[in-house]
């Protein structure tokens, strides 16, 4: 029981992290309607931003080995977001939004090619400028828990990096979501999300605002990225093995679903920790995705999304 309980509480932690991961991609499909290969390796340049911004510009000796860490990583969302903005004004729009409304399924086969292209040169070029040593964003924090208990003779720990991680996460969806309900932008989101078509007779700008939601998806993530990297290392095709997670959390809530998106990468977070107690680590993601097809067989359309009926 004590092992079950260390489980569920990790996997909820972790778990909160990974949904805020698929919350930037979830609102990048939810509003674009684009599927980018290339996500996971902005989260990988958000890790190493947030990396560099600790050590090399200032933040460690300002804020310390403790704050400074998380001061970091909230500073590389809004420097991802403006990165993305350019890639979407520079590349994607050519691909995607009012310029092709009229090529329908094909303007999808420009997008793939061009989101993979990305990919590969964000992971080349990472190569090149940081090199192939792992690298870790480390706080103290990390290699310290509290401990909740005892009860009945068992106690919890809850790792306190995992721990900020995770109230983080939740403090961003919080945010996200108040954005997209309450504020003009997130109105012209929502618009451009449901009827792209109306929303152009409404005077929104469409282009507009798909650069906004690609800015937010890729600030957001970045965001994740660094949260993950006080636990866990990585390099330059780190996007690679969190990517195919992404979209599996995207797919789990319901597509266009952002919430859905973030309770997706919670099961997700849930069953990988929860697979441990009775599989070996490296089986963690084979469990993922034997829980992921089991879902879809009896809820194709995922947790908060729509089935379709057909006629």
Not at 99 to 107: D, F, I, K, V, W
Not at 188 to 203: H, V
Request: glycine content about 12%; overall charge neutral; hydrophobic content about 55%.
């Amino acid at each position: 029981m004590e092992g079950f309980l260390q489980a569920l509480a990790a996997g909820l932690l972790i778990g909160a992290v990974y949904g805020l991961m698929c919350v930037g991609l979830g609102l990048i499909f939810g509003v674009m309607r684009v599927i980018n290969f290339a996500h996971g390796d902005f989260m990988m340049l958000g890790m190493y931003t947030a990396f560099y911004l600790f050590t090399a510009a200032g933040v460690q000796a300002v804020f310390g080995n403790t704050v400074g860490p998380f001061v970091a990583i909230l500073l590389a969302g809004p420097v991802l977001a403006v990165f993305g903005y350019f890639v979407h004004r520079m590349l994607i729009s050519h691909v995607s939004g009012t310029r092709t409304a009229s090529l329908e399924g094909e303007g999808h086969y420009a997008q793939l090619i061009l989101t993979l292209g990305i990919a590969l040169i964000l992971q080349n070029g990472g190569l090149i400028v940081f090199g192939s040593v792992l690298a870790s964003i480390r706080t103290p924090l990390s290699s310290s828990a509290w401990e909740l208990g005892p009860f009945f003779d068992m106690s919890i720990f809850l790792n306190k990096a995992r721990s900020i991680d995770a109230v983080v996460s939740l403090a961003m969806m919080i945010l996200l979501s108040l954005l997209i309900t309450r504020t003009r932008i997130g109105k012209s989101l929502r618009a451009a999300a449901d009827n792209p078509t109306a929303a152009t007779y409404m005077g929104i700008d469409v282009d507009r605002a798909h650069r906004t939601a690609f800015a937010l998806g890729c600030g957001i993530t970045a965001i994740a990225g660094g949260l993950l990297a006080t636990n866990y290392p990585f390099h330059p095709f780190v996007g690679l093995e969190y990517v195919i997670v992404m979209y599996a959390g995207v797919v789990l809530g319901g597509m266009g679903s952002i919430i859905g998106a973030f309770w997706g990468g919670m099961t997700i977070g849930l069953v990988q920790q929860m697979s441990t107690l009775i599989l070996p680590t490296q089986l963690q993601n084979a469990a993922i995705f034997a829980v992921f097809l089991l879902i879809i067989f009896f809820r194709p359309q995922g947790f908060f999304g729509r089935m379709v009926e057909r006629t």
